[in-house]
């Protein structure tokens, strides 16, 4: 017989979560205005709001903060932590910064002027808002297969070299700063983008002199892709994978609450002496000094120590495994999700499971309310609520899709739970048709309402 898969680790410590009574849900998501993030996480009994920071450390990583070193200039985890990423990145600068936002924010400072454009694969929200506060554009290059939940493309964050190679030619070279990969593509919904994409992007880098820069918190998840699905790819390490996709870009940017498996941090790579001593400027403004960066020292020797853990192939096997598995029972009982399934996220089509609520009482968020009644489960609306109002119009954007994101922190949850979470979107699978209401909007902010918005049940 064919032995089963199993994790590559076993559990030292565990940590109780509840869960709750089906009344004692109704009556906290209602106190909540029907908004997940202002529920308390004991109020949760599985947690899927996000993968950014929720990971599990290792025993190693754990080891890692007992050693740190709290010096505040030269600290020996600062090194253990340069050291790795030289190592597994092969830049010979870096920057520690408090978490991913905070690299792009000392980076963008350096290179991003008014009126620039930053073409790329459908940059992150916190990219994106780095970029349009310089009053800088960002410029989606996706190939149109990453729109579309039912194509199965295996690299479906791949950046169409067609449409960046049309922005390169037609906008003087001073107007672009760098172009920027988003490994894995996050908003496209945890799509990796291949090898050869990453070569093909890399060459019209250079044939028209601008710097490539990655952004590259899941990395590893992206990595793994490659190594299973790209031809030529599969004898491979992950770890040579790494360096070669990393041998493409002149700098990159990371937020380690991702692949790094820590609780925060992020980093910035460079290959550029010059760009290493003008950003150190900005480091120092907005992060801490160069050598801690808005990091203790614990936090950066286990930041090294995760970077190791999380580009060994067994780990990213029972990982993305891990998410497939709740994938493919969603799509056995019936409920559509988007394919191929990402790294770190299933993504459920609310447009399909609840075609009969108008689309102006928010489908998606609908879901994501019922998921909780049903089972404690807390997922994220990526809709309409998200989308917000048009800037002008201030009318609702209802965007083409409206899904529920279900992520998957890194080592936190067995098998069991995702069994459990499928079970409960099954259970609200089979009673939809009773599901007559959807939302109204009783409270919202003015920008990123989905935040705090307060909703009430559609009349
Ligand atoms: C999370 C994330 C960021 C921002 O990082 P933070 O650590 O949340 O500040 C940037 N880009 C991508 C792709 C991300 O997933």
């Not at 459920?348 to 089972?375: C, M, W």
Request: charged fraction near 25%; glycine fraction near 8%.
């Amino acid at each position: 017989m064919e032995l089963p898969f199993a994790e590559p680790y076993k559990i030292k410590m565990v940590e109780p979560i509840r869960c709750s009574t089906r009344e004692q849900r109704l009556h906290w998501i209602k106190e909540a205005g029907y908004n997940l993030f202002n529920l308390k996480s004991d109020q949760v009994y599985i947690d899927l709001l996000t993968d950014s920071g929720t990971g599990a450390m290792s025993d190693r990583q754990w080891s890692e903060i007992m050693l740190g070193d709290e010096s505040y200039a030269g600290s020996s985890s600062y090194f253990k932590l340069k050291d790795a990423v030289t190592d597994i990145f092969g830049f010979e600068y870096f920057l520690p910064t408090h978490q991913g936002r905070g690299a792009e924010n000392v980076l963008f400072s350096v290179l991003v002027k008014p009126g620039d454009l930053v073409p790329g694969n459908s940059h992150f929200d916190t990219t994106k808002g780095h970029i349009e506060f310089r009053q800088a554009t960002a410029i989606d290059c996706t190939i149109d297969e990453a729109f579309d939940t039912t194509i199965e493309h295996p690299f479906k964050g791949n950046v169409d070299l067609d449409k960046l190679e049309r922005i390169l030619k037609i906008n003087p070279k001073e107007r672009i700063p760098f172009i920027i990969v988003t490994l894995t593509c996050n908003s496209s919904g945890g799509q990796p983008v291949s090898l050869e994409n990453l070569r093909g992007v890399s060459a019209l880098a250079k044939k028209y002199g601008i710097p490539l820069i990655y952004d590259s918190a899941r990395f590893a998840e992206n990595a793994y892709f490659i190594k299973v699905r790209e031809k030529g790819q599969e004898q491979r390490t992950i770890r040579e994978i790494v360096a070669d996709m990393f041998s493409l870009a002149d700098a990159m940017t990371m937020s380690s609450k991702k692949d790094g498996i820590v609780n925060i941090g992020g980093l910035i790579g460079m290959r550029s002496k010059e760009l290493h001593q003008q950003a150190s400027v900005y480091n120092i403004m907005f992060e801490g000094f160069i050598t801690y960066g808005g990091q203790a020292g614990r936090d950066m020797g286990a930041l090294a120590r995760g970077l190791y853990e999380a580009t060994e192939f067994e780990y990213l096997e029972s990982r993305i495994r891990q998410v497939a598995h709740l994938g493919t029972k969603l799509t056995e009982y019936g409920i559509a999700v988007q394919k191929p399934y990402g790294g770190h996220a299933i993504f459920i089509d609310a447009n399909k499971f609840l075609s009969h609520i108008p689309k102006e009482e928010f489908r998606a968020q609908t879901l994501a309310v019922e998921l909780y009644i049903e089972g404690g489960v807390r997922g994220v609306e990526i809709g309409a609520i998200m989308a917000d109002r048009d800037p002008v119009t201030r009318e609702n954007r209802f965007p083409a899709l409206e899904l529920v994101r279900l992520a998957i922190p890194r080592r936190v949850y067995t098998f069991n739970h995702m069994d459990y979470i499928a079970a409960s979107l099954a259970n609200v699978f089979e009673r939809k048709e009773g599901i007559r209401k959807g939302f109204t909007i009783e409270y919202e902010a003015p920008i990123l309402r989905h935040f705090t918005v307060r909703l009430k049940r559609a009349e």
